[in-house]
């Protein structure tokens, strides 16, 4: 049988509960989403380095593409 939870502080501790018992059964989520916001984060800082540098043409990233092999 379902419990009726009518006050906003007990809705908030109960919820509070639940997402500590999935933190700490799931933590393979929990990285996953902190690989995910890192990996964004880096990709965000390298496109705003990419704005301020000096552009090159496709040719020259497949050579240095190459030659790092």
Excluded: C, Y
């Excluded at 419990?3 to 509960?17: A, G, H």
């Amino acid at each position: 049988m379902a419990t009726v939870i009518d006050n906003s502080d007990e809705l908030k501790e109960v919820f509070k509960s639940a997402l500590v018992e999935v933190l700490q059964e799931r933590q393979d989520l929990v990285h996953e989403l902190l690989d995910e916001v890192i990996e964004d984060i880096a990709f965000s800082r390298a496109i705003e380095e990419g704005e301020d540098s000096p552009a090159v043409s496709r040719e020259q990233i497949f050579e240095h593409l190459e030659s790092a092999n």
